[in-house]
């Protein structure tokens, strides 16, 4: 394994375009004892490719997945501190993107689950807790399916089950999602339209929200990751078999995985757990932190109920 200097001042920086930040109590009370570019990216040799994450906190392993084209500095630093209080918890850059490799490999959902299967397997976890966000929702539904051994409790953040059950995107969301052009300012701001609300956007500002990303993910390899999406055969009919205890989240206004999507992720997955966040976009993490640390931290403390 190899630790990387922390890009900090070393690439773009996605954040407020007059690049002066505002004041806000939640940040400036969570960096003050928790940043995690503090924390060194790793590497290890996954197959094919170099996987890069990050390990912090201490308790049992929580593993999270993330989405489409994000990279591990993308999560939001207050859950993230709010977790690592309870957990170890373990953030990586899937395939292709961010400080992770990639290669001619075909890219698949399957693919990405044995990824986040050997780095457990490679740091010493024979199982995890795992958390899924949107196209990480996806592959944390692989990941459990194939190997339900390795997964003690599954979140669905965001997510749906792919396949011709899913209710998909429209397609001017889609087009948006997939443009990389312009500046990283320019990227952020047509990915805030996405993310959340109007409504919320008119009443509060998105970079006081969400962190700064300095990680970048190639064009093409965004673009590969959006055929994966599209390809994916689905999960829905599997469902059933899935057997861990499972909390499936989404926000009520999320307009880039529709929320009926969790509604049938929970009506499949035997004794699954709805929670909707009214008011909330497919970013709703950012815009309700404390609420959404709160339902993931009641949902893994808890003991399952015997069978």
């Not at 084209?69 to 373990?90: C, E, G, H, K, Y």
């Not at 009919?237 to 929970?266: C, M, Q």
């Amino acid at each position: 394994m190899k630790t990387l200097k922390d890009p900090k001042g070393e690439a773009p920086v996605m954040q407020k375009p007059d690049m002066e930040v505002p004041l806000r109590q939640k940040w400036k009370e969570t960096m003050k004892t928790f940043d995690i570019r503090n924390i060194p990216v790793q590497t290890t040799r996954i197959d094919d490719i170099t996987l890069a994450y990050r390990i912090f906190g201490s308790g049992d392993t929580l593993i999270l997945i993330n989405g489409f084209a994000s990279a591990m500095d993308t999560w939001n630093p207050p859950v993230l501190q709010a977790l690592a209080r309870q957990f170890r918890v373990i953030i990586f850059d899937n395939r292709g993107t961010g400080c992770s490799g990639s290669s001619g490999k075909e890219y698949s959902i399957p693919l990405f689950a044995m990824d986040t299967l050997r780095l457990m397997t490679d740091l010493g976890f024979s199982s995890a807790h795992i958390m899924g966000y949107s196209m990480g929702a996806m592959i944390a539904q692989e990941l459990t399916l194939r190997y339900p051994e390795r997964v003690r409790k599954l979140v669905l953040v965001s997510g749906d089950c792919g396949g011709r059950e899913a209710v998909r995107v429209s397609r001017a969301v889609w087009e948006k999602l997939g443009d990389k052009s312009g500046t990283l300012q320019e990227q952020a701001v047509c990915m805030f339209s996405l993310l959340f609300p109007a409504q919320w956007l008119r009443d509060h500002d998105p970079w006081d929200a969400c962190p700064e990303v300095r990680e970048t993910t190639p064009e093409e390899n965004c673009a590969r990751q959006q055929e994966t999406l599209r390809s994916w055969a689905g999960a829905c009919g599997r469902l059933p078999a899935i057997r861990s205890p499972v909390l499936v989240a989404t926000g009520t206004d999320d307009v880039i995985i529709p929320p009926k999507n969790s509604e049938i992720l929970a009506g499949r997955i035997p004794g699954a757990r709805l929670v909707r966040f009214t008011g909330g976009g497919h970013g709703f993490m950012y815009q309700f932190p404390d609420k959404f640390a709160g339902v993931l931290l009641s949902f893994l403390v808890e003991k399952p109920h015997p069978q």
